[in-house]
Structure formats: structure tokens, C-alpha cells
């Protein structure tokens, strides 16, 4: 399997490029970086930080600016929880991140799955460029199936940071499938317990506790979450392996213009495979293997 991930690399995000990283028979062929969580220049160094542990060699490319409203106050001003990562000093791979995309593509027709992580922001002009027939697929983490947003009361944050990219990806006639954050908040929740389990599997499953440290206030205050959720990591999970979406509905999505909701229509043609159950046991078993030892 054949990977390209486009990611605001912040706390799920590097726990999600761990899990691609680290998943036997998955090559990740390129990763390239939006400003989202982080201004890209900090999400370049969390992403080139966390493929160097995943002991990788995966190029990063710096991409595109389509917002300022950056998750520092969910993911602590580095994006990795402030808890004093050594992240700076590495250099992205030459070249612009959709010029890369568009390249690895065009390569190898039919054989990428898009994974996008962050504000498509990237990934709408890469769609401009009439690629979307070339890729196997497209998986979003993005959005929300029932209406209940992280950012604003209908609004999920990947979606709201760049409403006008959003729309030209859904609408972009790529295979898409949509993992939105109410995935997230009904599977991919991590209590106290779970972070024993994954310390337990060693200095990757620590690592992936540890950056989730301003995360967890944010649940606690915000979300109201009893621990940190993983939206990043389980829509990369369902990419590499789709039985862990257990329900599946086609709609066609629009983007609310004044409130970045993700509306499911049942009118005109469906464009969109929207995921809205999924299985817990298969996402945390794949977590498991990809971050043991």
C-alpha cells in the first residue's frame, strides 16, 4: 500500500505518521506539511522529528498557509505539548509540498491513497491540477456526521480553518472517504487507563502519551473528554484498513459557508463515503502493533 500524507503536524497528527510509518506493507512515499495546528515551519520540524523516531527516512515538504488560526491553545505553542522536544535544526526536502504530490502521482497512477490530516489547504490546489482520477483514494479527517464541532458549535476544526478548500476538495470528484471528528469522540477516546497500555509498549507508546500533555486540559475544559482523542490517528487507521469503518453511509457533503458545518445531503449525486461507526478493538490493536517495541 501506497501512502502520501498531508498533515498539520501537531500531537494526534505525529501519533497517526508513527502508525503509517510503523504498519507492515505501507509505504509512505512522501509527507507534506499545512499550516493548521502549527505555522508550517513548526509543523515541518514535529513531522521531520517524528519520522526520524519512527527510524524513517520519508522526505517532508514544507506546503501552504491558508490560515492563521493555529491549535496552540490545544496542542501547546510546538504543537507537541511543550514538554521540550528538541524541535528544530532539520531540513525539509527541496521543493513545494503540492509540487510533490502532484509529481508522486502523476508517477503512479491509481496506486496513492491521499491521507489528509489538517486544513485541506494543500490539497485544493493539488485538485486544481486534475490529479483527483489518479489516486486510489482519498481519506479526510475532516468535518463532522453529526453536527457537533471541536472549534465551533457545528464546526470541526479541519474544515472551519480553510472552509473554501474544503469545499473544492469535496466537490474535487476524488474517492473520498470521510472520517469526521464525531468518529473520534465516540471511538478513538484514550482514558488514563490506555495511557498505562500504551506506555507499556515502550518508548513510541510513551512518546505518544507524552505530547498529548496540553491536549488532555483542552479535553478536560473544553471537549469534555475524559483523557485525549485521537481524530488523526484513526482516520489514518481506516485508510490502512478500511474493515475498521463498520458503517459507512454515501451523501453528498456540503460546506456551510458562514458556519463550516458539514452538511450530509441525501439530494443530488453522493460524492463522499462518510464513516460513522467504526470498530474500537481494531483501531487500538493497530495502534498497538505500529507504536510496540
Not at 491509481?110 to 490530516?117: C, R, S
Not at 479526510?140 to 478548500?165: F, R
Not at 484513526?234 to 451523501?251: F, G, H, K, Q
Request: hydrophobic share 45%; glycine share 10%.
Amino acid at each position: 500500500m501506497r501512502l502520501l500524507i498531508d498533515t498539520d503536524t501537531a500531537s494526534d497528527d505525529a501519533v497517526a505518521l508513527l502508525l503509517a510509518l510503523r504498519t507492515p506493507g505501507v509505504e509512505v512515499d512522501a509527507i507534506t506539511v499545512v499550516a493548521g495546528n502549527v505555522p508550517v515551519a513548526q509543523g515541518v520540524q514535529n513531522a521531520l522529528y517524528t519520522v526520524e523516531l519512527a527510524g524513517k527516512r520519508t522526505p517532508v515538504y514544507a506546503g501552504r498557509t491558508g490560515t492563521t488560526h493555529y491549535g496552540h491553545a490545544v496542542h501547546g505553542q510546538d504543537g507537541m505539548g511543550d514538554i521540550g522536544l528538541p524541535l528544530h535544526g532539520r531540513e525539509p526536502a527541496p521543493g513545494d509540498a503540492v509540487d510533490a504530490l502532484e509529481r508522486a502521482i502523476r508517477g503512479a497512477p491509481g496506486e496513492y491513497t491521499l491521507v489528509t490530516l489538517g486544513p485541506l489547504t494543500n490539497v485544493a490546489a493539488l485538485m486544481e491540477r486534475d490529479v483527483a482520477p489518479l489516486l486510489r483514494d482519498v481519506v479526510i479527517m475532516g468535518g463532522t456526521s453529526d453536527d457537533v464541532g471541536n472549534v465551533a458549535p457545528h464546526a470541526e476544526y479541519n474544515v472551519w480553518a480553510d472552509a473554501d478548500s474544503a469545499r473544492t476538495v469535496f466537490a474535487s470528484g476524488a474517492r473520498i472517504t470521510m472520517v469526521g471528528w464525531d468518529v473520534s469522540r465516540t471511538y478513538a477516546v484514550f482514558g488514563p487507563q490506555d495511557w498505562d497500555e500504551l506506555r507499556a509498549l515502550g518508548p513510541l507508546g510513551a512518546f505518544s502519551v507524552d505530547i498529548q500533555r496540553t491536549l488532555i486540559e483542552f479535553c478536560r475544559t473544553k471537549t469534555k473528554l475524559d483523557g485525549f482523542d485521537l481524530p488523526d490517528p484513526i482516520a489514518t487507521a481506516v485508510a490502512l484498513d478500511r474493515s475498521i469503518a463498520t458503517n459507512i453511509v454515501r451523501a453528498r457533503i456540503e460546506v456551510d459557508p458562514q458556519t463550516a458545518q458539514t452538511h450530509l445531503r441525501d439530494d443530488g449525486e453522493p460524492q463522499v463515503d462518510v464513516v460513522v461507526e467504526a470498530s474500537r478493538a481494531r483501531f487500538v490493536a493497530l495502534l498497538h502493533d505500529a507504536l510496540r517495541g
